[in-house]
């Protein structure tokens, strides 16, 4: 199926908290029982129930995060989901049943920030929805930037970096500033890290090469990202990447934390030429290596 670009919506962006969840499901009892439970707990919800009406959805209503079921009567959802990862400061859940581990596996590729298997329940959808918008308001925290800004801006030169090196990241140790009562408390990390010619962005979901070349992230990836970068030795424990990436605690069964390295890995691989990556440190975790 072809893809179809998703354009940006020609308006301000809300608030994250006025935003809301967008239920794509085909299945109307479905789709009405998660959008219940979702308003329940104080979310504003709007459905649609085929790749086009979520489309559209995308477009008119700025959604905070999606919640897509793969499997819709006018196509797959993968599709869908590589088109809306590419917008920012939008979470993604896709939703499959239990013998579509391939399209789950290949929909958290593409670009979502997290999945669901079905059947499941209400209350665990709510906590993923949850745990996916304090990520996102982490990561806007940082100087995400919205949609009307990525629309409206110009391309970015990149900055003026020193050749490749195997040297540790470049940045400022972290400053402080004092408190009403006396303290010191940090300031905020840096923007960016400069690691084998490469500026590493996480808070804006990027990466950049020496030639203005850019990489787009999740926000899983950007997450996963920054972890790495800011722990000690840049490595991060599957528990950790877990707990404070995706959200939850870590099962054996879960490979959610396997399959975000391995999808950070690749793109770093790709836009350094082999010279950074994500390496596998048997039981202690993940290591950004360079």
Not at 85 to 114: F, H, K, Q, T
Request: charge should be neutral; glycine fraction near 8%.
């Amino acid at each position: 199926m072809a893809d179809h670009p998703i354009a940006a919506p020609f308006r301000d962006q809300a608030p994250a908290s006025q935003r809301p969840v967008l239920v794509l499901e085909d299945d109307a009892a479905v789709s009405a029982t998660i959008c219940t439970a979702l308003a329940r707990d104080g979310w504003t919800t709007v459905a649609a129930a085929t790749l086009a009406g979520g489309r559209l959805r995308l477009q008119s209503d700025n959604p905070r995060i999606v919640i897509a079921d793969l499997g819709l009567p006018d196509g797959n959802g993968i599709a869908f989901v590589r088109e809306a990862a590419r917008m920012p400061d939008l979470g993604i859940i896709v939703v499959s049943g239990r013998s579509e581990e391939v399209d789950r596996v290949v929909g958290l590729e593409v670009g979502a920030d997290d999945y669901l298997t079905k059947p499941f329940s209400l209350r665990e959808m709510v906590a993923r929805v949850r745990a996916l918008s304090r990520r996102l308001d982490t990561l806007t925290q940082g100087g995400r930037p919205g949609l009307a800004e990525a629309q409206a801006a110009a391309p970015v030169p990149p900055p003026a970096l020193a050749p490749p090196t195997f040297a540790p990241p470049t940045f400022a140790p972290p400053t402080f500033a004092p408190q009403e009562d006396g303290a010191a408390m940090p300031m905020a990390e840096p923007a960016s890290w400069a690691i084998a010619g490469l500026a590493l962005q996480p808070a804006r979901q990027r990466i950049l090469a020496p030639d203005g070349a850019e990489t787009r992230l999740t926000g899983a990836e950007a997450g996963l990202l920054r972890l790495l970068l800011t722990e000690s030795d840049h490595l991060a424990a599957r528990e950790a990447i877990s707990e404070r990436v995706l959200g939850r605690k870590l099962l054996p069964e879960q490979r959610g934390v396997d399959q975000l390295a391995s999808n950070l890995r690749q793109k770093l691989l790709a836009i350094s030429a082999g010279k950074v990556t994500i390496a596998a440190q048997r039981g202690r975790g993940y290591r950004l290596v360079w």
